[in-house]
């Protein structure tokens, strides 16, 4: 046999060598898939409890509540007008003493000022008709009065807020909703009591609030913004807006089971200022992320960018 009869079955041999090993390779190949999918899946993040709490991550259990919507106005507070007293000399006289100055705080029934009347020169008291501030005050011992202002005082315990009502506001706005009164830290509850038009021919209605002033720590001219709850429904299911992420292109929450945090893609309904209602992708009694979901996001993130190299 020459030297070309031998090569045949050599080279035939090495091809079945390289088809076997190539049978083999896909095999194993395949079982590896089998038994690692791809991570793709199912991304999750795995973080103790430990490392949880010192980011601040925080949980709660998803269930229904209230999703209230609010529309904002502002105004400025004012002097309640039943509040408020314009004191003048019952008969006309002469002024023989004043007891009280502007600013003064007075209680109703203390005299204010002694009268002597003209007609019976007898001297009379003029007393305060309610408690309250002495915010203006003509009259001095030796004048003579008839029927003018001596002394004009407010009960500052109870104001109002006046809050203008532009067209594209009025039809939502109604007498008796709630409104929630705030000046920088200061904040209190009401409702609106009347709606008024504007006398001044400019553009908006007004709506005032009467509320409560204990304290004393709101005042006249103060700059005030509101909240007025406009409409109020009860949802099955709703998460806090800090619980919502935007994640591969779709709005997710990120469920706790354990130590495996996990993104979970959400349908949304109506929603205010604090929550979002949920018609689709969670269930209630689940634990999701309130609180610093942000982290959760970056470490997927970050995962994901590493096994794409």
């Known amino acids: 046999m020459n030297k070309r009869d031998m090569s045949l079955p050599y080279f035939l041999m090495l091809i079945v060598f390289f088809i076997v090993n190539m049978l083999s390779v896909k095999a194993v190949v395949a079982d ?57 000399a019952r008969f006309a006289g002469r002024i023989t003493r004043v007891y009280v100055e502007y600013g003064d705080t007075v209680k109703k029934g203390q005299v204010l000022a002694s009268v002597e009347s003209n007609s019976s020169l007898q001297t009379y008291n003029v007393t305060a008709p309610l408690s309250g501030s002495v915010i203006a005050k003509h009259a001095n011992a030796g004048e003579v009065v008839s029927e003018q202002t001596l002394f004009t005082i407010t009960d500052t315990s109870t104001l109002w807020a006046e809050l203008k009502v532009f067209p594209s506001q009025a039809s939502l706005i109604n007498s008796k909703q709630t409104v929630v009164l705030q000046s920088d830290d200061m904040q209190t509850r009401s409702v609106i009591s009347q709606l008024l038009p504007n006398t001044s021919g400019e553009p908006f209605r007004i709506a005032r609030v009467k509320f409560k002033n204990p304290d004393d720590n709101w005042f006249p001219g103060l700059l005030v913004g509101a909240q007025v709850l406009i409409d109020k ?5 709703r998460v806090p807006l800090s619980a919502l992420q935007q994640y591969e292109n779709k709005t997710v929450v990120f469920i706790k089971e354990g130590d495996v945090y996990k993104p979970l893609p959400v349908a949304l309904g109506i929603q205010d200022d604090q929550y979002a209602e949920v018609l689709e992708g969670l269930n209630a009694g689940q634990e999701i992320v309130t609180e610093n979901s942000y982290l959760i996001k970056a470490d997927l993130e970050k995962d994901g960018a590493e096994h794409s190299h």
Request: charge should be negative; proline fraction near 3%.
């Open 233 to 237: 429904r009860e949802v099955n299911l």
């Open 32 to 88: 590896d898939e089998h038994e690692h999918p791809n991570h793709h899946e199912e991304e999750v993040a795995h973080i103790d409890e430990d490392m949880a709490s010192l980011n601040s991550i925080s949980t709660a259990v998803a269930s229904g509540g209230d999703i209230s919507k609010t529309m904002t106005l502002y105004g400025i507070v004012t002097l309640s007008p039943e509040h408020t007293s314009h004191v003048t």
